[in-house]
């Protein structure tokens, strides 16, 4: 599977222009003032970078993991002070760093939630927005395992986190079609 998900989106990133001009993420741009505006940033799963775009923008070091080398290519021609790295998240060891801000947006892998506390400084930020099993309504082929149940994402967080934001329901994408979506923003409090 992992070789299939980066030819996938190898191919996606060379056809599809508007996969490469997308707009950074709204839950991003509406919070980003949460954020620290030094420090390192860890942008998980971040395609051709458009929200590493705005953690870069804001003053902070960026560290970011893709799949697809088109879509680390394309981020680290846009933004040469990206910090890119090409791999299969199933199969990679986040470096232990710690850092000050964590963002994952729509890639689902729980053992990476499992472990944020490892990567997480103490004050650190996590930002996560992905997609529920509510999405099953108008996608009903999409792999459970992508899709997190109701009220998943906050059992992440045990006592060591304060919870800034969270909500979950159904929301606009930047097409107009509806998706269901988890976000939350924690801070890391040791």
Known sequence: MPREDATRWNSRYITETGLRAKSPLQFLLDNVHILPKNGLALDIAMGAGRNAEVL????????????????????KTKHPK???????????????????????????????????HLLTKPGGIIMIET??????TIHPDTPEDFLLHENELPGYFNESWQIIKYQEGWRQNELGKKKAVASIIAKYLP
């Open 56 to 75: 870069i923008n804001h003053g902070l070091e960026v560290i970011g993991i893709d799949i697809s080398f088109e879509g680390v290519l394309l981020a």
């Open 131 to 136: 997609l529920t099993r509510k999405m099953k």
């Open 82 to 116: 990206l910090h890119a790295i090409v791999a299969d998240l199933a199969n990679f060891q986040i470096p232990r760093l710690k850092f000050d801000v964590i963002t994952n947006f729509y890639y689902l892998q729980r053992s990476i939630l499992e472990g944020l």
